[in-house]
């Protein structure tokens, strides 16, 4: 019902960059965080990034710090994650998490493929 949308997932060479969007259902919750996580064809679920909905406050895995940024658009209740420098390693499902009405949501996730 409160199930958020992810977009912009691709093919990108590496050392390239794709931007992807969390697009939440309705007004995600105050005090809360979204967050992305990822699953690689071999690895598990992965943490990525979450980002403070009322702060702005972000946190990265070491995997991807300074390569990735995390912003939140509150108007538009969207949440986007930069990406840039990708490696083959970054090739994984990328999901996102929010929280509405005190219940967690999870997006179906968007597709990134990092290969030459």
């Known amino acids: 019902q409160f199930q958020p949308v992810e977009s912009g997932g691709g093919l990108v060479q590496p050392g390239g960059s794709l931007t992807l969007s969390c697009a939440a259902a309705?007004?995600?919750?105050?005090?809360?965080?979204v967050r992305w996580f990822r699953q690689g064809p071999s690895n598990g679920q992965e943490f990525v990034a979450l980002v403070d909905w009322n702060t702005g406050y972000s946190e990265y895995a070491d995997s991807v710090k300074g390569r990735f940024t995390v912003a939140r658009g509150i108007s538009t209740n969207t949440c986007t994650l930069q990406m840039t420098l990708l490696r083959p390693e970054d090739t994984a499902v990328y999901f996102c998490?929010?929280?509405?009405?005190?219940?967690?949501?999870w997006g179906q996730g968007t597709q990134v493929t990092v290969s030459s």
């Open positions: 998490q929010n929280i509405i009405g005190g219940r967690p949501y």
């Open positions: 309705t007004v995600i919750d105050g005090g809360t965080s």
